[in-house]
């Protein structure tokens, strides 16, 4: 069955490190996003994707970047992970043109 | 102000009872409109679309009022499986025909034996 698959699922690091999270979807969409949910603000949009090397900043980037080099996957790297980046991660597909996102079941970060 | 605001909750319901959740939201531009559950530390998964004539799947309906700029979820009869967040979700069409989700904060429910 087609999926979409965040690894790690649960992630502690220090302050100041990069940190790579993988996304993965086999449902061949051409759109993909990444999200973080903290209590208070919901889910808030990080960076996005319409297709092999397309990206896009959403309301929350400062700290973060992404590259599309295919289809599949949508890594999100924080070049220098802070303590403010403590959250859960979600990444999201869906097909262009249309409104449905599926979403991959989450990534939980600790910046210590 | 949010772009998408719910009453965040808890609404506590017995079995059996009707629940409504409104939703409001601040872009008129927005083209359209969702309910995703999202259990405790689970990802959001989508519940149904939010149509202008309204729109029901067996005991969930839901509403929309452009002109008020509102978005409503009617369960009836709760189950405990009920028993959830339920986030409003307003879609903007952005430039390229890509698509961009604002996501309220959530309404949480939970629905007692």
């Known amino acids: 069955d087609a999926e979409i698959t965040q690894s790690p699922r649960h992630k502690i690091t220090e302050t100041g490190r990069q940190v790579t999270l993988a996304c993965h979807q086999t449902w061949n969409h051409n759109n993909m996003f990444w999200y973080r949910q903290d209590l208070g603000h919901g889910l808030r949009l990080i960076h996005y994707?319409?297709?092999?090397?397309?990206?896009n900043k959403g309301e929350v980037s400062d700290g973060y970047s992404v590259s599309r080099s295919n289809t599949e996957d949508l890594p999100l790297t924080l070049e220098s992970a802070a303590s403010s980046q403590t959250s859960v991660y979600f990444c999201?597909?869906?097909?262009?043109?249309?409104?449905?996102?599926?979403f991959g079941p989450g990534t939980r970060l600790t910046v210590l | 102000r949010k772009e998408v605001e719910q009453d965040p909750g808890p609404f506590n319901v017995p079995e059996g009872a009707t629940v409504a959740f409104n939703c409001t939201y601040s872009?008129?531009?927005?083209?359209?409109f969702f309910w995703y559950r999202q259990d405790c530390r689970k990802e959001p998964k989508l519940l149904m679309s939010v149509y202008s004539s309204g729109n029901e799947d067996g005991r969930f309906t839901a509403q929309l009022n452009r002109a008020s700029q509102y978005i409503s979820l009617l369960i009836r009869d709760s189950k405990l499986s009920d028993s959830a967040t339920y986030l409003c979700v307003v879609n903007i069409r952005l430039h390229n025909a890509g698509n961009m989700l604002t996501f309220g904060g959530g309404t949480r429910l939970m629905v007692k034996p």
């Open positions: 999201a597909s869906g097909q262009g043109g249309t409104d449905t996102q599926y």
């Open positions: 872009n008129s531009a927005s083209q359209s």
């Open positions: 994707s319409y297709g092999v090397q397309d990206t």
